[in-house]
T-cell receptor
Framework: DAGITQSPRHKVTETGTPVTLRCHQT?????MYWYRQDPGHGLRLIHY???????DKGEVSDGYSVSRSKTEDFLLTLESATSSQTSVYFC????????????????FGAGSRLTVL | GIQVEQSPPDLILQEGANSTLRCNFS?????LQWFHQNPWGQLINLFY???GTKQNGRLSATTVATERYSLLYISSSQTTDSGVYFC??????????FGRGTSLIVHP
């Protein structure tokens, strides 16, 4: 069990305010990801991390920043939230499947629904 | 990056029917997964299947890696199968790319 916890699960905020979403894992998985899900677009990668303080941009990174100061936590920050960032945000980890050599299995958290008014 | 195309985009079935969902990739992938997103929004891992065939109850999946596609079979569908099915693929970059999903509605 990957033990992924996202918080908050629901948030309503106003345009221009900062927002931070947290993803916490209970095991030492190296790779962590933030995706957003919008109708008609599927899941799009915002940022990902491949270790402590090692992060990189995904395809929709504008307006978002991330930090990973310890292995278990990956934070997603909207410095100044806009209505276009209303979405459902999913955190995911990539973990090795011990039963299958070379397999890197993606597992998702429960999601965080953000509404920007 | 890798492009992922899923078909059909929408599917409506009567309970008991069978269906096949398809996922095409623009390039070779070393990792491939199928997910089910239930009506509550949870993303559930169905299969990790970069090649070959796997079965889990009424669901099975086949990936033909040399031709860059994967198929998800749902037999004797039930209303609980409703939701959105996603496939994702990635290679050595560790960056999974998702298709836009197939929305499935199963009527009783």
């Amino acid at each position: 069990d990957a033990g992924i916890t996202q918080s908050p699960r629901h948030k309503v905020t106003e345009t221009g305010t900062p927002v931070t979403l947290r993803c916490h894992q209970t095991e030492n998985h190296r790779y962590m990801y933030w995706y957003r899900q919008d109708p008609g677009h599927g899941l799009r990668l915002i940022h990902y991390s491949y270790g402590v303080k090692d992060t990189d941009k995904g395809e929709v990174s504008d307006g978002y920043s991330v930090s990973r100061s310890k292995t278990e936590d990956f934070l997603l920050t909207l410095e100044s939230a806009t209505s276009s960032q209303t979405s459902v945000y999913f955190c995911a980890i990539s973990e090795r499947d011990r039963a299958v050599s070379g397999a890197n299995v993606l597992t998702f958290g429960a999601g965080s629904r953000l509404t920007v008014l | 990056g890798i492009q992922v195309e899923q078909s059909p985009p929408d599917l409506i079935l009567q309970e008991g029917a069978n269906s096949t969902l398809r996922c095409n990739f623009s390039d070779s992938v070393n990792n491939l997964q199928w997910f089910h997103q239930n009506p509550w929004g949870q993303l559930i891992n169905l299969f990790y299947i970069p090649s070959g065939t796997k079965q889990n109850g009424r669901l099975s999946a086949t990936t033909v890696a040399t031709e860059r596609y994967s198929l998800l079979y749902i037999s004797s569908s039930q209303t609980t199968d409703s939701g959105v099915y996603f496939c994702a693929g990635w290679g050595g970059s560790y960056i999974p790319t998702f298709g836009r999903g197939t929305s499935l509605i199963v009527h009783p």
